[in-house]
Structures are given as structure tokens and as C-alpha cells.
């Protein structure tokens, strides 16, 4: 599927006919992410480097998506996962429904927020990115529209009209193509119980310097207000491969302050790291209890967030020693005139 | 003709654009045969790692300073604000006085309630302390008022309470300080005395019937003036006095009063005025303290150097009051380190603007039909801001060499830092204004808008060269710190050691009359060369001095009539001190790319310190090496062209730091843009 999107993306690109992409998913989910069984199939059988082949590929569409010099309208109507926000999230466009459901569940499996996460999560209001990437939460729509994942909601019902106004339009103008979409648009309102209205602690907590301190600062709330939510996301957080909570922290930190490019080639270094499993199997341990044997009960290792050197995490972010190896070739754009809301993401 | 057709070709595109197709909007410009903003991402190559450079540069705390940026760039305090699809981050220095004292005040409360400030004074060890500078560097990349409030009240008070104060000073006062329960500041400088600190009038004297100090403004010229925090938040402030005990002035000391109650009202006997509005640092509350006769407790006294018993009797374990001075004074470094890096840092902004907006912007064509030449390529472009480049590059490794020092210190080394971060502070801070001032001019018209800030900073700046110690008077110091080491190296067994005066011991650098790229390129004639003209002069210096001295007059009247031959040697030490913690930091690297380029920038820093008048006026340097000097210097300019961009990227300052002409600055200023 990447390698397909890939050819047609850059097809469409030359092709002056084309003015925009529309991209939806089929059924329940916009796209629930990457077959991450299949990677891990693959490395058993060819090794690490077949793994860091799909990511390769991966996360080249991301990057051209990202750079693309015309509008990307991503139609987010069910499940948007993992995979799925690296398909849409870097796209112009977003239209989030009331079927959407978002999340980047990635440390749960012992590997980090990838597909350029750290940029677009990074990018989030205050802290609610580590938030999320740290604890994998789940967003709807409204929420979507809210912190920005999403830049419109239209009701599911509406979506068949907003595609026949945007094919009717046949104009790359993102002004118009945002202004057609509006015409279909609702303002959801949060539910009740949002994490939204939770942003005043979610920014004192994961703005803290160390995974191990957001835990701490995140229990001193619970003493204070007795709140089932700060409870779960302790849960979540005790539950997460430690190694995959300290290298996602980093990566989101680090990546907010760097252009979607460089997040993606170092994004690329840290899974090659993650494939190779030099510092920690936890990836393979994940993808065993929660998607193959499905017992949910991972044995991490290293199992505590304390015998995780920074040495060890600074590591993740560096080349991986291996002659064949090599960083991220993103394809070319400068022959592309991209438009400004592109140039301001490099 | 040819240009005139062109200019007819374009506007009539302008005028028969194709109406809109679409009932809806008015449809963005399209751009015609206009200009367009080519990212220099996408154009320029990097040929090293730029995070590897950054690691180099920044040297520690990397993922600190990356929080605390995200702390900056994701809160509404301190004023995001987009431009051109990008967020840039920079307090609105449009707001009064006033308001941008407020938000400063605000700023600082939001990052202390993060925790930022932790273990700042109650922890110890090196690891806090650079991890307090690699915070305040972070800081001062957003804004200097923020950065100066919290200096003050960390480095000045805070430090004079660890450094002057004893225990019981330690146990009261330096926790309520880091937890922010009282504001301190630092009321030393007087309307009549600043550089002078000796001379200063206020007068305390001792109340043995109550046991208490008594402190008293006696005229109009002893007040307190400059005093940051004091004009509206300061609760407290470190009183630097004369101390008169029995009748006898036992010279400058230091106490601690309370100016102002916890509900902000000034205390009685208290006197304070603002100091009014300045040419930069608006969010400074600078203000003017007159003491009525304050009476504070015996305990107030800071003396971890001399003391006074409740009978009134005045003790120190130091008798001479030039000692006793120094000892006092040498533990406020830790402010002069932090203004010397910090200039630095504000000259990498500077850089960062200029270089990437002369890789964007276009001027003049050479030949008709050819599109417009970007600034960059031009060599006297190069030659206005790359040599700039190679010294805050210089000055990035100095600023780390003193840092270490500072946190390594020793009573040994205590006169050495004394010497290198006066040396270093007063280069740092010069150049800064200078590289600022190019980068103004580089950046045109634009380097008129505030919010395009490389002009800006210079206003803000330009106090540095003032504070902390007057720029001259701390160059003079340097000269006189080195003709202290000559005469000590004249003694019988004794030899230049320390300061990296070793060179003063070996015979003196020969200069090939010939001069080729290789030599010129190479370190150790480059050391060589530097360390030639600070021999010379130091050799020079000590024979004026010793031949007035020898005329009759006093040591002090020679070197104030050597002024002249003091300014030359003290910028001969300090750009070997300086060339020599590049050579240094560029020995650590394993051959790569990534070195070579360093070593490109190493050796347009040194050649271009040959430029420097000394050389020709002196004769280290012939009319033709010289010229070969000048030549080389163009050759290196074009070959760092390339790496221009990835030099800039490597100072690991976020984009939201820079400012919009860095960037889209076509978008940054649409149409569409001002109507939001």
C-alpha cells in the first residue's frame, strides 16, 4: 500500500491535471496503521534491515506528503492510528467526523510516536503532545478540531457533498478549498469528561524534565484532587515499555524544535535502532503480548525507568554503525514550487 | 532597452491575469514572473552532521535547553505570535514600560512553577551550575530583560548571599530566595561611583546599645542607581557600604536590608524612584535607593570575609583592605561569565537572521535576462559577515572554556578567571555590538523592524559593555593582571606560567617573509603569530611603564599615561586566549568533514586578528603579507560559502527564535498575512 500511494503521490505531482488529493479510508477506520505483524515477520525472516526497508518507504511518503506542492484533503472518518496519522496529519487538510478516533498507541508496543509524530505532535498546544504520544490516548473529532490533529469537522452524512463540492471546484487554492469545506462544517462540542478541559495539568505534568518526573508530578495531582482520569494515566504510563517512554519524551522534545525533514530522518535512525534491538527487545516483546499471543501482559526489558542510562537513549539518536547503512533520502522538492505552508514546515 | 521590455513583459502579465473562476473568495496572488522565496533548505547541502556541530557548540544540557524551549514556544506568556506559517516567539517590546515589566514578572512566575529555578542556589556541584547557565543562555536567546531580572536575583543576590554570607546567611535566606518567598537585588553602583566600587558614599556605622548596623545615604551623588528589581518588585536588596566601626572606615562591606514589606509597600526609611525609561531593557524595573538611616541587625552583615562582635569591635582574618577587597569581589564572576556567553549567544541570532535572509534575498543581475544575484554569492557580502562567523564561532569556544573554568574553580585559579572573564567579557560584548550593527545593515530595510530583531538587540544589548564592569576598565585590568606576570617572571627562577603566557618562555616566533596558503592555514604559525604580537607588546608595555616610573612617577600615573600600549596588548591577549580554545576544542575531533570546515573557521578568525592595525603599525607584518593576508582572507570566505547555512543550523537555535526575515519573508508580509 505505501509503495503504491508513493507512485501515485508522485505521479500526481507532475500531472497538471490533478489539482488536489482527496484521501479516505474504507469502513470502520481511516486507516488503523501500519502492519506491524507483517514487520515483524519480515525482520524474523530477512532481519533487521527488511523492517528498516518499510520504514524507509514509510516514511519517504510522509515526508513527500509533508512537502507536497499541492493540497492534501485527508477524510479521517473512523480509525486514525499510528500509520494512519502519517498518511494524513502532514496532508493540508483534515476533516475529522464523529466516528473519528485518534491515537498514537505506539509505546504500548515498545516502539515511539514515528511517522513524523514528533513534529506534528510537538506542535500540539502547551504539552498535551507528550501527552498523547506518552500515553497513546484516545482523541474524538471534536477534540481532533480542537488541539488542531484536525482542520475541520464535518458530519459524516455531509462528507459524500463536501467531495463532490471539492471535486466540482477543480482548484489547488487551499483558501477555496478550506472555504468549500467550511460550508459543511459543525462546531462539536466537547464531551463532558474531555481530557481538553485537563490541559492546566496536563502541561504542569509533561512539561517536567524526566518520564520519571511526570509520574511523580502526575501522582502529587492525584493526592490533590482524587481524579479517576490522572489516575488511568498513571496506569498507562507504569504499563508502557520504559525504553519507549524515554526515547518518545526525547524524541517529541527535541523534534519540536526541528523542521518535519530532520524529525523524519532521525525518527528513521531511532527505529532502525528499535529493529536492530541493541539496547532493548521490548518491540518484539510488545508486538508478541499485545498483537500476536495477545496475552497484554509484555515483559519489559529493561523493566524500570531507573536502570535506563541517557547514555543509552542518546544512542537512539545517533547513525546506526553498520557499513550498508545510511540516513534518510527523502525525495527532492526543489524542483517543486511549494507553497508557503509548506516552506514553513522544512 | 532590454530592461525596460522586461518591466513592460511583467506588468502586462499583472494586468491580463485571468479573472476568477470560482464564486468564492478572491483567490490568493498567483505568482507570475515575480519573486519567489526559495527555501535554503532545499538548495543548500549540509556536509557535515549539524547536530554533532551543535553538541560541539553548546557543549552540555542539549535536552534542557530543548525543554525549556518548548516551555517558551508553547505558552501564551510569552507572546507567540505567526508569521509566514511559522511561530515566533519575542515579548512585544511595542508596550509601555510598564506592561512589559509586568510580563517579564509574569514569565518568570510561569517558569518557577514549573520548577525551573529548582536547586538553584541549594544544590551544589558543577552540574547545577551549567545547567543554570545553559538555562540562562536559553533565557536570553527570548529576551535580555528576563535574563537580567533573573541574573540579579540569582546571581547577584543569591550569589553574594553563598559567597559573602556564612551559614546563618545560607540557612535564612537561600531557599525563601530560590522559592521566589522574597526578591532580592544588588545595590552596589552609586549615582557618583559605579566602576569605582571603593569609592562609593554610602555610610554605615555600628549601634553596639542595640546591636545594629545603621546605614545612610549622606548626599545626593551616594544613591543607589541602576539597582534591577528595585523600582517595583524587590523585597530585598545586598547594601554594599563603607563601613565605619569605632571612627575607623574599614572600606567597602555588604549587608542585607529589607526594602519593601511581603504586601510590596517600601519600608520606612526607605526612599526609591524609578530610573525611568531606557533605550533598551524596558523590562527591567531599574530603580534608585536612598537609606534614611535603615537599622538593621548585627547578623545582616555578610561576613564570611570580616565580622563585627556585638561590643562593636571590627574582626578579620585578612589585614590588608586591598586583600580583604579582592577576596570580597572574586566570587561575582559567576555574573561576568554569564554576560560574556550571553553575547555570544545574541551574536549567533544575529548571524542566524542575516546569513539565512542573504540566502534568500536577491539584488541586481550581472548580466541583462539573468535572474537577480543572492546576496550570499557576493564576496564582499561573504567578506561583511563570514569573518564574523569564524569569531562567534572563536568566541562560542572561548565562552565554553570560561564556563569550565568558572564551574572548576579554585582559589588557585581565582586569579586566572579573574583575568580571562574580564578579557573575555569585554571582547564578547564588543564584538556583539559590532556583529549585531553588520547584521543590521546586511538584513537592509528590514533590519529596521522590531520584529525582525537583529536590530532590535543591538538597543538591548548595548548595556553589556557597561554592566558587570565597564568594558575598558576591565581591558586595563587584563594589561596591568600581565605586567604583573612579567615582573614576577623576571625573578630569579621564576617563568611565565599560567594565562598561556608559556610562549613568553620559548624564543620568540619567526614570520616567513613568504607567506603561502599553507603556512597562513596553518595553526601553529597562526598561534605563532598571535602570540608574536602579544609578546611584543607586552615587551613594549613594561618598558613604558618602567621608563616613566623611572622619570619619578608612581606605577599608576605610568599606566594611565600607557593607556594607549595597555588597549593593544589587551586585545593581543585576548584573541590568542581565544584562538587558542578553538585550536584546543578543534584537537578533540577525529578527522571528518566536520573538522575540516571547522578548521576553515579557525583560520579565518586568526587571519583575520592579522588585519588588526598592531601589525602593520608595529611591523609584524610587511605592506606585502598583508596584502597576502587580505587575499587569503577572500579565498576562505568563498569556500565556506557552501557551508554557510549548516554553520548557522548548527547553533541549535530554534526557528521561533529567529525572526520572519530568516524565513518566508515574501508570505510573512502578504496581503493576506496583515489581515489577520
Not at chain 2, 524587590?234 to 563601613?243: G, K, P
Not at chain 2, 569591635?313 to 550571553?342: C, E, H, M, W
Not at chain 2, 572548576?408 to 555590538?433: C, D, E, G, L, Y
Not at chain 2, 576553515?600 to 588585519?611: D, F, G, K, Q
Amino acid at each position: 500500500m505505501i509503495s503504491r500511494l508513493l507512485e501515485l503521490f508522485l505521479a500526481y505531482e507532475e500531472d497538471p491535471n490533478v489539482k488536489l488529493v482527496i484521501l479516505k479510508g474504507k469502513g470502520r477506520a481511516f486507516c488503523a496503521g501500519g502492519d506491524v505483524v507483517a514487520v515483524v515477520h519480515d525482520i524474523w525472516a530477512g532481519g533487521w534491515r527488511a523492517g528498516a526497508n518499510f520504514f524507509m518507504k514509510e516514511f519517504s511518503l510522509n515526508y513527500l506528503m509533508a512537502t507536497y506542492s499541492k493540497p492534501q484533503v485527508s477524510i479521517l472518518n473512523g480509525i486514525v492510528m499510528g500509520g494512519g496519522n502519517g498518511v494524513s496529519m502532514h496532508g493540508r487538510f483534515r476533516v475529522a467526523t464523529e466516528n473519528s478516533v485518534f491515537a498514537m498507541p505506539e509505546t504500548a508496543l515498545g516502539l515511539f510516536p514515528d511517522v513524523g509524530a514528533s513534529y506534528f505532535l510537538s506542535r500540539l498546544p502547551g504539552f498535551f503532545g507528550e501527552y498523547v504520544g506518552l500515553t497513546g490516548a484516545r482523541l474524538d473529532g471534536a477534540e481532533m478540531l480542537a488541539c488542531g490533529l484536525a482542520t475541520h469537522f464535518v458530519p459524516s452524512a455531509k462528507l459524500p457533498m463536501v467531495e463532490a463540492a471539492l471535486c466540482d471546484a477543480d482548484s489547488s487554492d487551499p483558501v477555496i478549498i478550506s472555504s468549500i469545506i467550511d460550508q459543511y462544517c459543525e462546531k462539536p462540542s466537547l464531551k463532558e469528561q474531555t481530557v481538553y478541559n485537563r490541559l492546566d495539568v496536563i502541561d504542569r505534568c509533561f512539561s517536567q524534565r524526566t518520564v520519571e518526573e511526570i509520574l511523580s508530578a502526575l501522582e502529587r495531582e492525584v493526592v490533590d484532587q482524587r481524579d479517576g482520569w490522572i489516575f488511568a494515566t498513571i496506569q498507562t504510563l507504569k504499563k508502557a515499555s520504559p525504553t519507549s517512554l524515554k526515547i518518545s519524551l526525547r524524541s517529541i522534545r527535541v523534534g519540536r524544535v526541528q523542521g518535519v525533514g530532520a524529525c523524519l530522518a532521525r525518527e528513521y535512525r531511532m527505529v532502525c535502532h528499535v529493529m536492530r534491538g541493541e539496547f532493548s527487545k521490548d518491540f518484539f516483546e510488545g508486538c508478541r503480548a499485545i498483537l500476536l499471543d495477545k496475552d497484554k501482559n509484555p515483559k519489559w526489558e529493561p523493566s524500570k525507568l531507573e536502570h535506563i542510562a541517557d547514555t543509552t537513549i542518546d544512542r537512539y539518536f545517533s547513525k546506526v554503525k553498520d557499513e550498508d547503512w545510511e540516513d534518510l533520502k527523502p525525495p527532492t522538492r526543489s524542483k517543486f514550487n511549494l507553497p508557503p505552508y509548506v516552506i514553513a514546515k522544512l | 532597452m532590454d530592461r525596460a521590455f522586461q518591466r513592460t513583459k511583467v506588468l502586462t502579465g499583472h494586468l491580463l491575469q485571468s479573472p476568477p473562476t470560482s464564486s468564492f473568495q478572491t483567490p490568493s496572488l498567483s505568482s507570475n514572473a515575480c519573486l519567489n522565496y526559495s527555501p535554503p533548505e532545499l538548495s543548500e547541502k549540509y556536509a557535515f552532521d549539524i547536530s554533532d556541530m551543535r553538541k560541539l557548540m553548546d557543549g552540555h544540557d542539549l535536552e534542557e535547553r530543548d525543554r525549556l524551549f518548548g516551555m517558551i514556544t508553547q505558552s501564551k506568556v510569552f507572546n507567540p505570535r505567526v508569521r509566514g506559517g511559522k511561530v515566533f516567539v519575542s515579548p512585544d517590546y511595542n508596550q509601555s514600560m510598564e506592561q512589559q515589566r509586568e510580563m517579564t514578572w509574569k514569565r518568570i512566575e510561569y517558569l518557577f512553577e514549573r520548577g525551573v529555578f529548582q536547586g538553584w542556589l541549594t544544590g551544589e556541584g558543577e552540574e547545577v551550575e551549567m545547567r543554570r547557565f545553559a538555562c540562562f543562555e536559553v533565557l536570553g536567546l527570548f529576551d535580555h530583560s528576563i535574563s537580567i531580572k533573573l541574573g540579579v536575583h540569582f546571581f547577584l543576590w543569591g550569589g553574594a548571599i553563598q559567597f559573602f554570607g556564612t551559614k546563618h546567611h545560607h540557612d535564612k535566606w537561600l531557599r525563601d530566595t530560590e522559592n521566589y518567598l522574597i526578591k532580592g537585588c544588588f545595590a552596589m553602583t552609586e549615582l557618583g561611583h559605579g566602576s569605582n566600587v571603593r569609592g562609593i558614599e554610602t555610610i554605615t556605622t555600628y549601634d553596639s546599645n542595640t546591636g545594629e548596623f545603621v546605614i545612610n545615604t549622606p548626599c545626593e551623588s551616594a544613591q543607589k542607581y541602576w539597582i534591577g528589581g528595585a523600582a517595583n518588585h524587590a523585597t530585598h536588596t545586598i547594601v554594599f557600604s563603607q563601613l565605619n566601626i569605632n571612627g575607623t572606615n574599614q572600606g567597602v562591606h555588604a549587608l542585607i536590608a529589607q526594602i519593601r514589606d511581603a504586601d510590596g509597600n517600601v519600608c520606612p526609611n526607605i526612599r526609591i524612584a524609578d530610573c525611568g525609561h531606557k533605550i533598551g531593557l524596558n523590562g527591567v524595573d531599574n530603580g534608585r535607593i536612598w537609606f534614611d538611616n535603615v537599622r538593621v541587625p548585627r547578623e545582616n552583615l555578610l561576613n564570611s570575609v570580616a565580622d563585627v562582635s556585638p561590643d562593636g569591635k571590627y574582626l578579620s582574618a585578612i589585614k590588608d583592605p586591598d586583600q580583604r577587597f579582592a577576596a570580597f569581589l572574586a566570587p561575582l564572576t559567576a555574573g561576568r561569565v554569564n554576560i560574556a556567553v550571553n553575547a555570544v549567544y545574541q551574536s549567533k541570532v544575529g548571524l542566524a537572521i542575516a546569513i539565512r535572509y542573504a540566502l534568500t534575498r536577491r539584488a541586481f543581475s550581472l548580466k541583462p535576462k539573468e535572474p537577480e544575484v543572492l546576496l550570499l554569492d557576493y564576496p564582499s557580502h561573504q567578506r561583511r559577515l563570514l569573518p564574523l562567523l569564524a569569531k562567534t564561532y572563536a568566541m562560542s569556544f572561548g565562552a565554553n572554556y570560561l564556563k569550565m573554568l568558572y564551574v572548576k574553580r579554585t582559589p588557585q585559579s581565582n586569579k586566572i578567571i579573574h583575568v580571562v572573564s574580564s578579557s573575555f567579557k569585554a571582547t564578547f560584548t564588543w564584538s556583539n555590538m559590532q556583529i549585531l550593527q553588520e547584521c543590521r545593515e546586511a538584513c537592509g530595510g528590514q533590519g529596521l523592524k522590531t520584529e525582525n530583531r537583529v536590530g532590535h538587540l543591538k538597543a538591548e544589548h548595548d548595556v553589556q559593555s557597561t554592566f558587570e564592569g565597564d568594558n575598558n576598565i576591565l581591558m586595563q585590568q587584563v594589561s596591568k593582571a600581565l605586567f604583573a606576570e612579567y615582573m614576577a617572571a623576571q625573578k630569579p627562577n621564576k617563568a611565565f606560567k599560567g594565562l598561556g603566557l608559556e610562549h613568553m618562555n620559548k624564543p620568540c616566533p619567526v614570520i616567513p617573509s613568504q607567506l603561502t596558503t599553507t603556512t597562513l592555514r596553518c595553526s601553529q604559525f597562526q598561534m605563532d603569530v598571535l602570540c608574536l604580537r602579544e609578546r611584543d607588546l607586552l615587551n613594549r608595555f613594561v618598558a613604558e611603564v618602567s621608563q616613566c616610573q623611572a622619570k619619578g612617577e608612581s606605577k599608576e600615573h605610568a599606566f594611565i599615561m600607557s593607556y594607549q600600549l595597555a588597549e593593544d596588548l589587551g586585545k593581543a591577549f585576548s584573541d590568542r586566549a581565544i584562538l587558542q580554545t578553538f585550536v584546543e576544542a578543534e584537537a578533540t575531533l577525529a578527522a571528518c568533514s566536520l573538522k575540516d570546515v571547522l578548521g576553515m573557521l579557525r583560520s579565518l578568525y586568526a587571519l583575520n586578528c592579522l588585519e588588526d592595525g598592531a601589525y602593520l603599525r608595529y611591523g609584524y607584518l610587511s605592506v606585502e603579507n598583508a596584502a597576502t593576508v587580505r587575499r587569503e582572507i577572500t579565498k576562505i570566505c568563498s569556500e565556506l560559502r557552501p557551508h554557510a547555512l549548516a554553520l548557522v543550523s548548527s547553533f541549535g537555535i530554534p526557528d521561533a527564535f529567529l525572526s520572519p526575515i530568516a524565513f518566508n519573508w515574501i508570505d510573512a508580509n502578504s496581503w493576506s498575512s496583515a489581515q489577520h
